[in-house]
């Protein structure tokens, strides 16, 4: 019987290790030096550092990188186990190498680099000793990448790239900037002339690119192929976002039935009144309903191709989103005046949950790949009734049995009887 919900003991045992690990090294130092993790402060280096490298020792750097493309090759169903437990710890996805955006990076330099490329850049990404950013989104339009004006000009051995960029994250802290163009997906060094990072706003930065010139070689895969680049890089990005959406969920579910069964209102602990039950109840299913999504898609990505999964990876898309948003609230409300402050992680979670509608594609998009890919399966109906419409079905059932009926009257009769019966029915 090949379904199966359970955890082979060995990776289970990696699971149990890393939940201790997060919860004695990396909550503690995120709770006293937030951004140690991805800082370049080389005190704060010395304590993120020795955590990577524990993280290493296990096996566990990096599980986003499949076999192929030099990584562990875990697959992506246990990336997503492991990533239901990272994504409740803010650096956590940075202390075990599978932070965004580097891990799409990546993933695009992996599938796409030359050997020279991969040593320029992978390599030091992938030890964390530069960081990057991607820069696709316009100020004019996001949704829609025909709007896209960025672009390349080649001249002798160098490309002149021009245009601007809009919600570049990380922008302005990253050493290489993956700037989409109309035509070709280029690597940019921070550094280089040209390259102009504007006031607003601050952590998703606006970047207009002056006449910015790089080396031939720094075009990542075919020129014009930089929509197929793209599309590599966040269908993965968007699962793992969804995977670490997992993780947000069930701490708010946690924190939302601890409270439940701590406060009392009215005569009786809040859990006991049948509203807080029916908020527990309600988000329990959509979260396991979530997390089957998301599980269901890794399997898949496993066992065909990410491209493959791109319909599921759509509808997980769309329901982290709306998951992300209603839990967070339920669980807000049900910490009354606490839920509406920065002294426990759900405003938080809750302002992030826009941000999962919109970042790596607004929703709406995603609903018509999903509504598209799907129909491809449907057609429509020969004639004026709808497949389903019984009275034609039953006609035609009618001729399998043609032979008995006009063989036996009594039968027959027994038969109109029972149809008129159910037809009341
Ligand atoms: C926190 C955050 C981080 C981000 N990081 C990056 C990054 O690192 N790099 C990067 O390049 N980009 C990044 N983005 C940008 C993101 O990819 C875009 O915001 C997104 O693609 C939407 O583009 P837009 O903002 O221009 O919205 P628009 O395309 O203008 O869409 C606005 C609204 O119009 C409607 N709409 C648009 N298209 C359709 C449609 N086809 N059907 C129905 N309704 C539609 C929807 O209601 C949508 O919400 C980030 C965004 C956020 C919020």
Not at 54 to 60: A, E, I, S, T, Y
Request: charged share 25%; glycine share 8%; net charge negative.
């Amino acid at each position: 019987m090949a379904w199966d919900f359970s955890t082979e003991p060995e990776f289970q045992e990696q699971l149990d290790w890393v939940a201790d690990f997060c919860v004695n090294e990396i909550e503690p130092l995120d709770l006293v030096f937030p951004g140690a993790a991805w800082s370049r402060n080389p005190k704060a280096r010395a304590l993120a550092d020795p955590l990577k490298q524990q993280v290493k020792d296990r096996g566990l750097w990096a599980l986003f990188l499949d076999k192929d493309l030099g990584g562990p090759g875990f697959g992506q169903l246990k990336l997503a186990l492991l990533n239901e437990i990272l994504g409740r710890y803010r650096s956590a996805p940075v202390m075990f190498g599978t932070a965004a955006p580097d891990t799409g990076n990546m993933e695009m330099l992996a599938a796409y680099g030359t050997p020279e490329q991969k040593e320029r850049w992978l390599t030091p990404l992938l030890n964390q000793e530069i960081f990057s950013a991607y820069s696709m989104t316009e100020p004019q339009g996001g949704s829609d990448p025909n709007l896209f004006k960025t672009h390349a000009v080649r001249d002798g051995d160098e490309w002149v790239i021009s245009g601007e960029k809009w919600f570049t994250s990380a922008g302005e802290r990253a050493d290489i900037i993956f700037v989409m163009c109309t035509n070709g997906m280029f690597v940019v060094p921070h550094e280089t002339p040209g390259v102009e990072i504007m006031d607003f706003p601050r952590l998703h930065n606006h970047i207009r690119y002056n006449n910015v010139r790089v080396p031939a070689d720094h075009l990542l895969g075919p020129e014009d192929g930089a929509k197929v680049l793209a599309q590599r890089r966040l269908g993965g990005g968007r699962i793992h976002h969804a995977m670490r959406t997992v993780a947000q969920v069930r701490l708010a579910f946690d924190m939302m039935c601890e409270r439940a069964l701590s406060r009392e209102s009215h005569g009786k602990v809040i859990a006991e009144h049948q509203m807080v039950q029916e908020a527990i109840a309600d988000t329990y299913a959509e979260i396991n309903m979530l997390r089957l999504l998301v599980l269901w898609t890794a399997w898949t990505i496993d066992h065909s191709s990410t491209r493959e999964a791109r319909t599921q990876i759509a509808a997980c898309k769309y329901t982290m989103g709306k998951v992300l948003r209603e839990v967070s609230y339920r669980a807000l409300h049900m910490m009354g005046s606490l839920g509406t402050t920065n002294l426990t992680p759900l405003q938080a979670m809750y302002a992030g949950a826009p941000t999962m509608a919109i970042a790596d594609g607004v929703d709406e998009v995603h609903k018509v790949t999903v509504a598209r890919n799907v129909l491809k399966g449907y057609q429509p109906h020969e004639g004026l009734w709808p497949t389903e419409y019984i009275p034609a079905k039953r006609d035609q059932a009618r001729k399998k049995f043609e032979g008995l009926i006009a063989a036996d009257p009594e039968l027959a009769a027994w038969a109109d009887a029972a149809v008129r019966h159910a037809e009341r029915g």
